[in-house]
């Protein structure tokens, strides 16, 4: 089945820096690459995604790069704010007829004023 | 639009107690239902999914079971809680691979 790495844990950077979290999939089939951002206390929320057919999405300060031969994606945030502050996870729908998606294990990014 | 109920917020409860933790969600029709746990800062561990009513797949082994006795309600339970239950449940349904989460139940089991 799919698994999905998710790398660094943790991530401090200071406001205004560069912030970018990778995952790697293993299920070349996988289509869809979704990012949730998890404040404190609260529920995770779709922020990006991309579609196996692009390579690169951008939201403003956000995007999502795609690299389908490596299987890999990452999340890039510009210029982070402290309310940038909160636990990303990265995730992938499972192989058994996309009925599931799997999760990584989550980043935590620390924006320092 | 579509949204996700989930109750009760918080609960704490003694070991060997029973839980059932009730999701349910509106403005859609026939959706695919997930519940998760979240221990305290780590990540989302799929317990259960459903495709349709009375459908239940189960994802680890414990001593929870979830049931789907209509369409948009997903019931989480337990008939003795362990210490090991605490943590954060939420609830999700899908449309096209993309999760809707609720707001989740924090539970802890004392």
């Known amino acids: 089945g799919e698994n999905v790495e998710q790398h660094p844990s943790t991530l401090s950077v200071q406001e205004g820096d560069s912030a970018v979290i990778k995952c790697t999939y293993s299920d070349s089939a996988s289509n869809y690459f979704p990012w949730y951002k998890q404040e404190l206390g609260k529920r995770p929320q779709l922020i990006i995604d991309?579609?196996?057919?692009?390579g690169e999405k951008k939201d403003q300060r956000i995007a999502v790069t795609l690299n389908k031969t490596a299987k890999h994606f990452s999340l890039h945030i510009t210029e982070t704010q402290p309310e940038d502050s909160a636990v990303y996870f990265c995730?992938?729908?499972?192989?058994?007829?996309?009925?599931?998606?799997?999760f990584g294990a989550g980043t935590r990014l620390f924006v320092k004023a | 639009s579509q949204t996700i109920h989930q109750w009760p917020a918080t609960l704490v409860q003694p070991v060997g107690s029973p839980l059932s933790l009730e999701c349910t969600v509106e403005g859609t029709s026939n959706p695919n239902l997930y519940w998760y746990r979240q221990a305290a800062g780590r990540g989302l561990q799929l317990l259960f999914y459903?495709?349709?009513?009375?459908?239940i797949s189960s994802e680890v082994p414990q001593n929870l079971s979830a049931s789907r006795p209509q369409d948009r309600q997903f019931i989480l339970s337990s008939k003795k809680l362990l210490l090991s239950d605490s943590g954060f449940y939420l609830c999700?349904?899908?449309?096209?691979?993309?999760?809707?989460f609720g707001p989740g139940t924090r539970l802890t089991v004392l």
């Open positions: 991309i579609r196996s057919n692009v």
């Open positions: 999700a349904w899908s449309r096209k691979n993309e999760q809707f």
């Open positions: 459903s495709v349709g009513i009375g459908q």
């Open positions: 995730a992938a729908p499972s192989d058994t007829g996309g009925f599931k998606t799997i």
